[in-house]
């Protein structure tokens, strides 16, 4: 894989001193706005990217044959849909798009040109979290699934002040729902697929959620979804059954270790120690996805993410939360 990135901010900052350790993973270029070119510039020099650039069509024409979009959130439909028309692969930052109407039409992008578009959502790769698919079945009958994220933002105090940045701007796709509580539907419908409805009981203010609890109604039980950016909170996972429980120590994005308690008195633990390299594991998928040609894993995948974005856009729609990009 000949790999371009597109964006300088801190997620791209995060996965740099990692791709490396991939095999299989050639970084050639990255791409910026003109504003942030000194960025791009400095990132290539550290990390001995060969080439940077804020023109698309450079970018475009660098020797890439995969990129990885990770600009703010209101931008990822955009620039996928551009590497894709240009028979590129793609990897786009969490969330996939605004809503499920431009998720659908990415989908229909790569099919047109048989290019593999993947969700760069951690949660799903990681072997902490395989490792509670397949402890699921020794709970019994679940009775009621957790995921907990909340972390006080630094830039909620901008916000407060009468700055919005584009964390907390309804214009740039932003709020708690698009950005913690992802990783929590992830983890939950990672392991039960899409729930039969769902009600988001969100806090807004300046027509944004800042935090929320998202209810998902499956047939034979519910499950919560808790985020914050406005204040701290608890971080982690509870699964509850009839013959168990399974707890995760930290945030759905990394997980972290893991608990098995039945009620005969069993307990097991498990931690395979990648959560503070959780980048590796994903990519490591999608470079062996594209270099074998698995389509059907990547299909298997992004219908994972569309359901998802149809349950974030219900969600977000039930509390009144309004993007452009849904007009």
Known sequence: MKLGIIGTGMIVKNFLPFFKDMEGLELTSILSTPRSIDTAKELAETFGIASYTSDYETFCNSGIDTVYVAVPNHMHYEYCLKALNSGLHVIVEKPMTSNDTEAKALKQAAAENNCFLFEAITTLYLGNYKKIQE?????????????????????????????????????????????????????????????????????????????????????????????????????????????????????????????????????????????????????????????????????????KSIAVTEVQTQARRSAGVVFPADN
């Not at 009981?201 to 935090?211: G, Q």
């Not at 980048?279 to 270099?291: D, G, K, L, S």
């Not at 074998?292 to 298997?300: K, Q």
């Open 135 to 303: 402890w699921l079945p020794r709970i019994g009958k679940v009775k009621i699934a957790q995921s907990f994220y909340s972390q006080y933002s630094s830039r909620y105090n901008a916000f407060r002040n009468g700055e919005v940045l584009p964390a907390f701007d309804p214009a740039k796709a932003g709020g708690a729902l698009m950005d913690l509580n992802l990783y929590n539907i992830h983890y939950i419908m990672g392991l039960f697929g899409k729930p039969e409805d769902v009600m988001y009981y969100a806090n807004v203010e300046r027509d944004i959620d800042t935090s929320g609890v998202l209810v998902m109604k499956y047939p034979e039980f519910t499950a919560l979804c808790v985020a914050a950016k406005d204040s701290k909170g608890l971080r982690g996972g509870i699964i509850q059954g009839t013959d168990g429980v399974i707890r995760s120590d930290i945030s759905a994005n990394l997980v972290g270790k893991i608990t098995l308690e039945l009620n005969d008195g069993t307990v097991e633990e498990y931690d395979d120690g990648m959560s503070q390299k959780r980048v590796i594991p994903e990519f490591q998928a999608f470079i062996r996805a594209i270099n074998e040609n698995d389509m059907d894993f990547c299909m298997e995948m992004l219908d």
